[in-house]
């Protein structure tokens, strides 16, 4: 009988010990995981472009999640308009930025290329990646026998969006004309190849056909001294709220140094001589050690007046790259850019009147 006592306390305890299965309080839900929201244009090359960002961010941080916000901006919504005519790179930018300053989004992949030099209030480069081929490329209807713009005949027609392209271009090859076309890549490529299209070439930015996958429609790289590239070229910037540190760590893995410094220099530039992306200023820069060499030229709107400037200097942080854009902006203008560049905007003051 004691026996059969003591088993029935010993069951009694074990009971107030290990609660039946039954019984037991649930299991904690897992904790939702973070979700970063990235905002991009929804043009194919700027999801593709974004896409890239999303796949370096996973990687960097595999206990977040990524989402992709993408909207249609002002400038893709005019695709017929010459881009000199009705604006300047905000069109593509300022929608986003207040999805971003409204906490709709955490941050916003840009072809550098395509951000103004002044960013809105609030709002700062988070992060700049490692380029792709910044220069410009000839691309020729397909078929064509020709491989160069020099042996294309007289009065042939380029497409391009590009002042800073056509005037440059005009300069060198004034046997040739030049012809505004809008649209993204895959629209402009079709206008290219259609047999009865005016145009017998267009020129594109290299970068965007790589990242797109039609590299092979590159016929032949430009590049100095026929044709600097635009201020940024072949750069991913990512634009993010001032003081966002979480944004901002997140953003530090992939941050290019070499690649920032360069394009932190060319913005300088571009910002110190007041230019948006309808003024012709053609920039090149290339790396020797720590010295940062930049090419850079402005041309009139017909080619007919160019002013060029080289300059090198040791850049090692974002104040003497930025010093060494205003001191290459400096050399332009003692050069004579400054009258190119007050009747460039007076002409865009008459067209706008």
């Known amino acids: ?32 995981r973070r979700t970063i929201r990235i905002g991009s244009r929804k043009s194919k090359l700027a999801l593709i472009q974004t896409e890239l960002v999303r796949s370096l961010l996973i990687a960097a941080h595999p206990h977040l999640d990524f989402e992709i916000v993408s909207m249609t901006t002002t ?49 700062t480069l988070g992060a700049i990646l490692p380029r792709e081929d910044p220069r410009d490329a000839l691309v020729m209807k397909a078929p064509s026998p020709h491989s160069t713009l020099a042996s294309l005949p007289a009065g042939s027609t380029i497409g391009t ?7 440059q271009l005009a300069r060198r090859y004034p046997h040739l004309t030049f012809q505004d076309v809008r649209g993204n890549v895959g629209t402009r490529l079709s206008k290219l190849d259609d047999p009865d299209s005016p145009y017998a070439a267009l020129i594109l930015a290299s970068a965007g056909l790589i990242r797109l996958g039609l590299s092979h429609r590159i016929t032949a790289p430009l590049e100095s001294p026929v044709l600097l590239h635009a201020v940024g070229q072949g750069a991913l910037g990512i634009e993010a709220r001032e003081g966002d540190d979480e944004v901002d760590a997140l953003l530090a893995p992939l941050r290019d140094e070499r690649t920032a410094l360069a ?53 090692a942080g974002e104040e003497e ?33």
């Not at 306390?9 to 039946?20: E, I, N, V, Y």
């Open 1 to 32: 009988m004691a026996s059969y006592l003591l088993l029935r306390a010993h069951h009694a305890l074990m009971s107030t010990l290990t609660p039946d299965s039954s019984t037991a309080a649930p299991a904690p839900a897992p904790t939702p």
């Open 321 to 353: 790259a930025e010093e060494m854009g205003r001191v290459v902006a400096r050399g332009l203008v003692e050069r004579g850019a400054e009258e190119i560049l007050k009747k460039i905007n007076l002409n865009r003051e008459i067209v706008d009147a």
């Open 75 to 123: 400038g893709d919504n005019n695709q017929t308009k010459p881009l000199h005519s009705f604006g300047a790179k905000a069109l593509w930018t300022h929608e986003l930025e207040e999805l971003l300053l409204d906490g709709r989004v955490d941050m916003i992949v840009h072809s550098l290329k395509d951000m103004p030099t002044q960013l809105p209030h609030h709002c």
């Open 161 to 167: 969006s590009s002042v800073r392209r056509s005037a």
């Open 263 to 315: 394009c932190r220099a060319e913005r300088s530039l571009m910002r110190t001589l007041e230019g948006g992306c309808s003024v012709p200023i053609g920039v090149e820069t290339a790396w020797e050690g720590g010295v940062l060499r930049m090419k850079s030229v402005v041309v009139s709107l017909d080619g007919g007046e160019a002013v060029e400037f080289e300059g090198e200097m040791e850049v």
